[in-house]
Nanobody, 114 residues
Framework: VQLQASGGGLVQPGGSLRLDCASSSGLFSMMGWYRQAPGKQREMVARRYSDGSVDYADSVKGRFSISGDFGKKTVILQMDRLNIEDTAVYYC???????????WGQGTEVTVSS
């Protein structure tokens, strides 16, 4: 299983970015996004489960939206109204259905700056 993330970049405060993640294989019960800002611990941003439920970090509620397709093994993070505090490396994350093994993508950098 390999998770391939894309879509990071530089954006001004108030702008938008979309992150995409696709897996080469596997069957997942959860796919989501985490981020790690410089000098900080990695934190959950948004997760979606195969039962349809979703989780968001309080700091992104109302600004970010997670979607995707478990059959196609994709997860998308739409980020709107970005602010400087959203600057981080964003990692795609997935948990396998059978083994519960956790997988991580390579990370994509998001920089919010004027």
């Amino acid at each position: 299983v390999q998770l391939q993330a894309s879509g990071g970049g530089l954006v001004q405060p108030g702008g938008s970015l979309r992150l995409d993640c696709a897996s080469s294989s596997g069957l997942f019960s959860m796919m989501g996004w985490y981020r790690q800002a410089p000098g900080k611990q990695r934190e959950m941003v948004a997760r979606r489960y195969s039962d349809g439920s979703v989780d968001y970090a309080d700091s992104v509620k109302g600004r970010f939206s997670i979607s995707g397709d478990f059959g196609k093994k994709t997860v998308i993070l739409q980020m709107d109204r970005l602010n400087i505090e959203d600057t981080a490396v964003y990692y795609c994350n997935a948990i396998a259905v059978v083994s519960s093994r956790e997988y991580w993508g390579q990370g994509t950098e998001v920089t919010v700056s004027s």
